[in-house]
């Protein structure tokens, strides 16, 4: 992030943080400061810091690690409580500081952005209390009880005057005002030419030997562009993502209109912080991905090599197996000729080469035997070579089929691995939705608990006389509810209220396919025990007579058409009529709930059209399709096509 960049995003951040209490800190990697705040009027907020490279708002989910790192536990015992009560840019520096306030001190996170950056926590007097990564440049030393200090500073272009322009530009010798302003004043490149080009000055030309004019219509500039970041009016910022390659390829995030991308396709958003954002989120994921395919590269390339080192292996036994056929032919062939060359050479040695005329290949033979012998002994190992050359060629097939099938492979990523966006909640909830719940074919609010609290909540505070009482004698149980009114209830109704109730009982986790439930009406069940005795949290007494229903054990847990709404339900035609994708589940299988809950997510998004995708991922998440899975260990009989 350039200074510009920041000097954007620090008017949003000290606007939409101001007053957030520090809940939590962790640490993402060796360079990533997540702190998740708590504000008041927006609830939850995730703030990243990463050192040498950015700070903002994020939306985005990722996985926290499961040990945390020791500067994100000193941040939480020290910072953990406090209220933001300033974040600021330190002059025109890609430095932010960020003061937080307790009951009991007052600290300060320093988070550089600049190369070789740091986030570094100090105290009221600028003594380092502890650095992400301790360090010792030229200039300053970033250690614990060391006094803090910046490198070293430069000109603020958004409060330079003309004449501190003016001494600027004749104080650098020999270097262009490209480099002046990209670099003394801290505007980079990218500004550095909008600004040459905006004023008609030659980017190359000598800082010291610009005129007045050319002085004085570089500053009217800077007024001009950064008018929004000098007068804090953000309705005046244009943050966008420049795109490349038809939309497809993020390559820069800019709070303001720059005439080099002047050309190119822009995406825009209502602040910077969203912009920033998306930018580097995108980028994260990419980096995930990118990592997945260079895996994916780095297998194929093995197994290219072990097919290359096959192939060569082969040749080689087909050479073998040829040059001994041939050696053994040649024997057969030239049977006399080599009988009488071996009287001539008259030699007493067991094996002689010889090599006959015309041929120019050489023959081991073995004259303790036979001549018929030695040409087997040729053909044996031209059998040999060809049983060598048949497994290689064997292993190259499996080879050949182990690289089609990674190419072909769709390369994938640990759903958890990838960026999420942090859910919106709704406007307004129904308050029946903290607890499991659906309606009837015939219109009945039917709801369940998840716990022996919840079951004390619904039956003491929702449930009226009139309502129907629903549960199993099987215990752990939840306590069902049908919201009549005093109205009767279909018999489809009934039933699928039942097999509600049962599905969701321990008759599940023991892997029963049927189960009994019995309803009675809300003024049958009391929690006021017989004299003498006791019902524990979550148990209620049941008086009067009983209607007992059986239930085949079987759950959809599926989306609402309507008001896109993750629900489960009983999985009848009509309940299944008013979902847009559902899974069908029973009793039973290997799959632990955690491991479902992810199947169940993959089944949804790769069901939904692109264009759906993220509507999807935002309403099914694992954690919702976590509360809705009954207990135990479940089979998935049946999708949504």
């Given at each position: 992030?350039?200074?510009?960049?920041?000097?954007?995003?620090?008017?949003?951040?000290?606007?939409?943080?101001?007053?957030?209490?520090?809940?939590?800190?962790?640490?993402?990697?060796?360079?990533?400061?997540?702190?998740?705040?708590?504000?008041?009027?927006?609830?939850?907020?995730?703030?990243?810091?990463?050192?040498?490279?950015?700070?903002?708002?994020?939306?985005?989910?990722?996985?926290?690690?499961?040990?945390?790192?020791?500067?994100?536990?000193?941040?939480?015992?020290?910072?953990?409580?406090?209220?933001?009560?300033?974040?600021?840019?330190?002059?025109?520096?890609?430095?932010?500081?960020?003061?937080?306030?307790?009951?009991?001190?007052?600290?300060?996170?320093?988070?550089?952005?600049?190369?070789?950056?740091?986030?570094?926590?100090?105290?009221?007097?600028?003594?380092?209390?502890?650095?992400?990564?301790?360090?010792?440049?030229?200039?300053?030393?970033?250690?614990?009880?060391?006094?803090?200090?910046?490198?070293?500073?430069?000109?603020?272009?958004?409060?330079?005057?003309?004449?501190?322009?003016?001494?600027?530009?004749?104080?650098?010798?020999?270097?262009?005002?490209?480099r002046v302003l990209a670099s003394e004043l801290g505007l980079g490149r990218l500004y550095a030419e909008e600004l040459c080009e905006k004023a008609g000055v030659e980017k190359k030309k000598k800082a010291n030997e610009l005129t007045e004019n050319e002085i004085k219509a570089i500053h009217e500039t800077i007024l001009d562009i950064f008018e929004p970041l000098i007068?804090?009016?953000?309705?005046?910022?244009?943050?966008?993502?420049?795109?490349?390659?038809?939309?497809?390829?993020?390559?820069?995030?800019?709070?303001?209109?720059?005439?080099?991308?002047?050309?190119?396709?822009?995406?825009?958003?209502?602040?910077?912080?969203?912009?920033?954002?998306?930018?580097?989120?995108?980028?994260?994921?990419?980096?995930?991905?990118?990592?997945?395919?260079?895996?994916?590269?780095?297998?194929?390339?093995?197994?290219?090599?072990?097919?290359?080192?096959?192939?060569?292996?082969?040749?080689?036994?087909?050479?073998?197996?040829?040059?001994?056929?041939?050696?053994?032919?040649?024997?057969?062939?030239?049977?006399?000729?080599?009988?009488?060359?071996?009287?001539?050479?008259?030699?007493?040695?067991?094996?002689?080469?010889?090599?006959?005329?015309?041929?120019?290949?050489?023959?081991?033979?073995?004259?303790?035997?036979?001549?018929?012998?030695?040409?087997?002994?040729?053909?044996?190992?031209?059998?040999?070579?060809?049983?060598?050359?048949?497994?290689?060629?064997?292993?190259?097939?499996?080879?050949?089929?182990?690289?089609?099938?990674?190419?072909?492979?769709?390369?994938?990523?640990?759903?958890?691995?990838?960026?999420?966006?942090?859910?919106?909640?709704?406007?307004?909830?129904?308050?029946?939705?903290?607890?499991?719940?659906?309606?009837?074919?015939?219109?009945?609010?039917?709801?369940?608990?998840?716990?022996?609290?919840?079951?004390?909540?619904?039956?003491?505070?929702?449930?009226?006389?009139?309502?129907?009482?629903?549960?199993?004698?099987?215990?752990?149980?939840?306590?069902?509810?049908?919201?009549?009114?005093?109205?009767?209830?279909?018999?489809?109704?009934?039933?699928?209220?039942?097999?509600?109730?049962?599905?969701?009982?321990?008759?599940?986790?023991?892997?029963?396919?049927?189960?009994?439930?019995?309803?009675?009406?809300?003024?049958?069940?009391?929690?006021?025990?017989?004299?003498?005795?006791?019902?524990?949290?979550?148990?209620?007494?049941?008086?009067?007579?009983?209607?007992?229903?059986?239930?085949?054990?079987?759950?959809?847990?599926?989306?609402?058409?309507?008001?896109?709404?993750?629900?489960?339900?009983?999985?009848?035609?009509?309940?299944?009529?008013?979902?847009?994708?559902?899974?069908?589940?029973?009793?039973?299988?290997?799959?632990?709930?955690?491991?479902?809950?992810?199947?169940?997510?993959?089944?949804?998004?790769?069901?939904?059209?692109?264009?759906?995708?993220?509507?999807?991922?935002?309403?099914?998440?694992?954690?919702?399709?976590?509360?809705?899975?009954?207990?135990?260990?479940?089979?998935?009989?049946?999708?949504?096509?």
């Amino acid at each position: 992030m350039s200074s510009v960049d920041i000097a954007a995003l620090v008017t949003e951040l000290q606007e939409q943080l101001s007053g957030a209490r520090v809940v939590k800190a962790y640490q993402l990697g060796e360079e990533e400061i997540r702190l998740k705040l708590h504000q008041k009027d927006r609830g939850g907020v995730d703030l990243i810091i990463e050192a040498g490279r950015r700070i903002h708002i994020t939306k985005y989910r990722r996985p926290s690690p499961r040990m945390p790192s020791s500067f994100s536990m000193f941040l939480r015992k020290h910072l953990g409580g406090g209220r933001i009560s300033q974040i600021r840019q330190l002059d025109f520096d890609r430095i932010v500081e960020i003061t937080i306030e307790r009951w009991d001190k007052k600290l300060s996170l320093i988070a550089e952005l600049l190369p070789r950056g740091n986030v570094v926590v100090i105290d009221e007097t600028g003594k380092i209390l502890l650095p992400l990564k301790r360090k010792s440049f030229a200039s300053r030393k970033i250690k614990v009880g060391e006094n803090y200090k910046r490198p070293p500073s430069r000109g603020n272009p958004l409060k330079m005057s003309e004449y501190d322009l003016m001494d600027l530009c004749k104080s650098a010798h020999d270097k262009d005002i490209l480099r002046v302003l990209a670099s003394e004043l801290g505007l980079g490149r990218l500004y550095a030419e909008e600004l040459c080009e905006k004023a008609g000055v030659e980017k190359k030309k000598k800082a010291n030997e610009l005129t007045e004019n050319e002085i004085k219509a570089i500053h009217e500039t800077i007024l001009d562009i950064f008018e929004p970041l000098i007068t804090n009016d953000k309705s005046k910022l244009r943050a966008h993502i420049v795109l490349e390659k038809e939309g497809k390829e993020k390559v820069d995030v800019l709070p303001l209109e720059l005439s080099i991308y002047e050309t190119k396709e822009k995406v825009f958003f209502s602040s910077f912080n969203d912009a920033v954002d998306d930018f580097f989120t995108t980028q994260i994921a990419e980096g995930i991905k990118g990592e997945a395919i260079d895996k994916r590269e780095k297998e194929i390339g093995k197994y290219e090599r072990i097919l290359k080192e096959q192939s060569q292996a082969l040749r080689k036994f087909k050479k073998r197996e040829k040059e001994c056929i041939e050696k053994g032919e040649l024997i057969y062939a030239h049977y006399t000729e080599i009988v009488d060359i071996l009287r001539e050479m008259g030699e007493k040695k067991k094996v002689v080469t010889l090599t006959l005329p015309n041929t120019g290949i050489p023959l081991e033979i073995d004259t303790s035997v036979s001549l018929h012998k030695n040409a087997n002994a040729y053909y044996e190992k031209a059998k040999v070579f060809r049983k060598k050359r048949a497994g290689v060629e064997r292993a190259i097939e499996e080879t050949q089929a182990k690289i089609s099938r990674e190419k072909e492979k769709e390369v994938r990523v640990e759903e958890e691995l990838i960026p999420r966006r942090r859910e919106v909640r709704r406007e307004k909830e129904e308050w029946y939705e903290r607890f499991r719940w659906f309606w009837t074919s015939d219109g009945f609010l039917v709801i369940g608990g998840k716990d022996a609290t919840s079951n004390e909540i619904l039956a003491k505070k929702y449930m009226e006389p009139n309502d129907l009482f629903f549960h199993t004698q099987a215990e752990g149980a939840p306590v069902v509810i049908a919201k009549t009114g005093g109205k009767d209830v279909s018999e489809e109704g009934l039933r699928e209220i039942a097999q509600f109730a049962t599905s969701y009982s321990s008759l599940w986790k023991y892997g029963f396919y049927e189960g009994e439930c019995y309803c009675v009406t809300g003024e049958q069940v009391s929690k006021t025990p017989p004299s003498g005795e006791y019902i524990k949290k979550g148990s209620f007494v049941v008086r009067g007579k009983r209607k007992y229903f059986k239930a085949a054990l079987r759950l959809c847990i599926g989306i609402e058409k309507d008001k896109k709404r993750l629900i489960a339900c009983p999985p009848s035609d009509s309940q299944k009529s008013k979902l847009d994708n559902f899974i069908e589940l029973v009793p039973g299988d290997d799959l632990e709930k955690n491991e479902l809950s992810k199947e169940i997510v993959k089944i949804f998004i790769d069901s939904a059209k692109d264009e759906k995708k993220e509507e999807i991922k935002r309403i099914a998440t694992q954690d919702k399709i976590l509360s809705l899975l009954p207990p135990g260990k479940s089979r998935i009989v049946g999708f949504s096509p």
